[in-house]
Each structure stands twice: as C-alpha cells, then as structure tokens.
C-alpha cells in the first residue's frame, strides 16, 4: 500500500511577508512550493496539503473593515472569514498543482474540501485570547468596538502602540470531515483541506455544530488530521531546513534527527522559539503521539533528498 | 439503488434582496431552506447541493473595492472572489445542513467541494460581456478603471445611469471535479459543490487551467453537474411553488407537467421571461438532453409534497 503523507504548506510557501499580495504573486510562489511535491509523488505517496492563511485573512478582515465603514455592508465573523480564504486559498492551489501535475504528465484526482476543526469551548483558551487579528485601531476605535461588537483589544507595542484585537487560540480536538479526507487520500486522490487550521466551531449542550471567534493553529490541526487520518509522515513546510538548538546564538546547532524522548525535553527547556518552532515542534509531537511514525520540519525545496530536513520519529532509526 | 437528487439553491434560499445581509439572516434563511431537504432524504435520496452566490460574491467584490481604496490592499481577480464565496457559503450550508441533520436523528456525512467550471475561451460569450457584477462607479471612475484594469463597462438605466463592470457569461462545458462529486454522492455522502456556477476557468493550448474572468449562471452549471453525475433528477428551487406561462398577465396559466418538445417550443416562443425564467427552463432542458429523467422547478417548502411544483420530463408521464 501506498504511504500516506500529510504536508502542511507554511505561509511563506503561499505569500512572502515581502510581497504586497497581488495574485501573481500568490500563484508564483505556490507553483514554486507544489513543483516539490512532485519528488514525493512519484515516489508512490498519497497527499493530503494543509496551509495556513495568515496574509490572506488579514486582508479579508481589512477588506470586511472597509467594506463596512464605505459601503456599510456587515462584517462577517471570524468563521466565516477563514471560510472565505479556505475558498480562495484551497482553489489557487488545486488550480496550481493541477497544471503541475499535468507538466510532469501525472494523472491524479485532486479535490478541495471547506474543513471544519472542532474546539472544546471550555479551553481556557477563551478566557486568555492571545492571537492578534485584523487591523491596527486607535485606543478610542477600540473602546468603540469593544463596546458595540464585544470585541477584545491589547496594545501592541510592536505595531507603535496601536491596539489589535485578539482572539482565543484553543486545541483542536477532531476533524469534521476526517473520514472522507482519509477515505479519498488513501484512494490515491490528493486532498486539499483543513486551510488555515479550520474553521473553528464547537459543539454545544445540544450537540449542534457552531462557530467559535478564534484561530486554530494550523500546524496542530494538521498534524491531528494527519493522526486521525492514519498517515505515515507530517511534513511542515516553513522557511528553515532544519531545527536547531540556540538558534541564532553563537553555540547553534542543528539537529537532524530527534526522538520522541529528547524533543520533548528540549522542548520543556526552552530549546525552541514560542511563537516560531514550538508550535511546529508540538504539532510533531502530537502526530507522533497519536500514532504517526515520522514527522519532518523543513523547507520545500529540500523535497527532492530525503536526507535533509529535521526528522523526529518515536525512536531513534537505526 | 437510492436515487440521485441534485438541489440548485437559489439566492434568495439563502439572502433575500430586502435583507441587509447579516450572516443572522444568511443562517436563519438557510436553515429554513434546508429543513425542507429533509423529506427527500428520508425519502431516501442521495443529493448533491448547489447553490447561487449572487449577493455574497456581490458584498465580496464591494469589500475588495472598499480594502484596495482604504488600505492599498491588492483587488483580487473574479475567480478568487467566487472561490471566497464558495467557502464561506458552503460552510454556513454544511454546518447547517449537520445541525437539520441532528435534528431528525439522520445520519449522513456531509462534504463541501470548492468546485471549477470549464468555460470555453473561444465561447461569443467573451466578446460581449452582459452580466453586470460590483459596485455603482461614475462615468469617470469607469474610465479610470477601464484604463487601469481593463475592466469594461456599461451604463445601468435602472441604477441611475450609473455604470457597471460588466463580465462575460460564458456556457460552462464541464466541471473539474464531477468525478468525485458522483463517486461520493452516489455513496450517499450528501456533497456541497459548484457554488456560484462554479470558479469559472478555461483550458489552454497547452492544456493547463486557467481562471476566465467570467461569471457562470449557477442554473446551467448546476444541471451540467446533475447529468454528468448521472443525477435521476434535479431541482431549482426558487421564490415561485410552479412555472407559469404569460405570467403576471390576465392569461397566467400554471404548468404543471412539461414535456422536452412543449417546454422548448414555450421557451422558442418567448413564453419564459429572459432574466427569470427562461434560463431556469434552459438549465432544466439541457438536464434531460444529457439523459436526466426530471427536473422540478419550485419553492423550497413545496418538497414535502411531491405533487407541487413543475415537472420537466423527456415525454409526458402516464
């Protein structure tokens, strides 16, 4: 049987935080990105690809913004925003990686799924929202907004002290449509889904599905789909071709392969970036966990040799 | 074997034009609409969902218009936009659809597909663009973005002269993923697809997808889809329970039962309003040329009772 790999494309696979986000842009560097995944595909494995969203549902919270303060047309909630992107997002790629399967003559079928992640609303996430959303407002546009949509502000000292809107960043606990994601990829079929992280809902006393105002960690929801849906490896694609140690001090090391054990202790000691490879390194952990064999942290075009990249597996590999 | 029912939303299935277009209303409405689904899935039905995009796709391209004036955020293409709609569209219909589902104790998976139409390039469509899309600019705001954009214009008599960008409606020829849309359906996964008429893109020379700056009428594209899929029949659900010849004249007359011949010497005959009708009529003939049985033309909440609504058949029943 075919080894199913789950691949999560980071931001910069998408758009630069360079670029001003034009279309062109989008396309080029996805196409760049997918070009990758061809080493992998013809190597005999079935795809599911996950991305993150961050540029391009800021710029659809901007557009709702001012959409709303020129036109007076309603904002839209946070659900439905990622929604939105996953649309836009997941298309752009299927419409990319299918003209880059038919250069290299490849037939596969390939299909973008509106995911779904579900969160448990009593994570203590929600009475710490961290994540900063959306534009940069005045300390009054803030307390305006607080008032009328409930909105939470902090300052954001790095933005010149302007005030952003944070929301909760809980755990996803499943996958609202794993089961046909897990039956398609092992069909061979190449699935694009889980965007952004997911849309975040929650299910409440009455088992009805519904919209949680937050963000879901892209890297987490992948590597739990990737787990529920029994792949063999979770690939985070990010701007590095390796983990190291001290990053960016004198003594930097790399590490090439980890185990469970030892990734776990360097990450209880501080060995890795929050806000940067913790989140990357606890969503290997978490594949690991629930079942997975081998999750890998490295940059595309590092694809076509399987010798480079960071590779944590439960035990070290002979 | 279960039937195959494919269900075309219409707008006002989801967003009613005196609406201001709150997602409050959008859930509320679709709900509404989707609790009428009920009675043909404990019928036993299988069903694919479609859906217009209309009013979305509208707010969707203000938005943009708005984020590009207020914050120099780059204006996306058309295909983009409709993909965006497809994701929160479908969204907001599958976790209603999950909730209706719950509801009555039926259990059924439900998918959303972000779904192309193929468009061909060569198709007169393109060169005399109709479908009027966006927002209301000035003689010398449509000048100016015809000089930037290359977007081209009319002037809208019914909109106080102002003037409309104005895009081609080409003919979809086929729709990129029918083949898994008809693999799970006929599983009886119930699949969300072809929102909007579709993302609407063309192939090229050199046999790769590309966007066409186009709109696709969702009718037509959704009636494609039903016999590609080999749908048994497919239903537009609309804001009038029959078809009706000579409407809104002293001569009404409801039709109840249609034959291929009667409906297209009704609709040659001009008996269906263009703009309303007519092409509603022209989605349900090419249903039964692609070998559909029966296309029903009716309001949502006229399903309960299958003896409502038009009946479009290849020769009349006995």
């Not at 795809?47 to 961050?54: A, E, Q, S």
């Not at 599905?209 to 929801?221: T, Y």
């Not at 140690?245 to 501080?270: M, S, V």
């Not at 970036?273 to 590092?302: H, N, W, Y």
Request: aromatic fraction near 6%.
């Amino acid at each position: 049987m075919n080894k199913l790999a789950v691949i999560a494309l980071g931001g910069n696979a998408l758009l630069r935080g360079d670029q001003a986000g034009t279309i062109e842009e989008q396309e080029q560097n996805t196409t760049d990105t997918l070009e990758n995944l061809v080493y992998l595909i013809k190597d005999g494995y079935n795809l599911v690809i996950t991305h993150g969203n961050g540029p391009q549902v800021g710029n659809i919270l901007m557009r709702n913004d001012a959409g709303e303060s020129m036109y007076q047309i309603p904002q839209m909630p946070l659900d439905i925003c990622v929604a939105d992107s996953q649309g836009g997002i997941g298309y752009m790629i299927e419409r990319m990686l299918r003209n880059v399967l038919r250069k290299h003559n490849i037939e596969r079928e390939v299909v973008t799924l509106v995911t779904m992640a579900v969160v448990d609303n009593r994570d203590e996430a929600f009475s710490n929202p961290t994540k900063r959303i959306g534009k940069i407002y005045t300390k009054q546009e803030a307390d305006e907004l607080n008032k009328n949509k409930g909105w939470i502000f902090k300052q954001d000292m790095k933005k010149a002290g302007g005030w952003r809107r944070v929301v909760p960043s809980p755990k996803p606990v499943s996958i609202i449509n794993e089961r046909v994601v897990k039956t398609l990829a092992h069909q061979g079929t190449i699935v694009i889904a889980s965007g952004g992280g997911g849309i975040p809902v929650y299910i409440d006393e009455e088992d009805r599905v519904r919209p949680a105002e937050a963000v879901i960690d892209k890297d987490l929801a992948s590597s739990l789909l990737a787990a529920r849906i029994h792949a063999d490896e979770f690939y985070i694609l990010t701007d590095v071709s390796y983990v190291y140690i001290h990053y960016n001090t004198p003594q930097q090391e790399i590490r090439e392969f980890l185990d469970y054990e030892d990734t776990l202790k360097l990450l209880r000691a501080g060995m890795f970036g929050e806000g940067d490879m913790a989140p990357k390194i606890r969503a290997c952990l978490q594949f690991i966990e629930g079942g997975g064999k081998k999750s890998v942290i490295t940059e595309a075009f590092k694809l076509e040799d399987k010798r480079f990249g960071t590779k944590i597996t439960r035990e070290y590999e002979d």
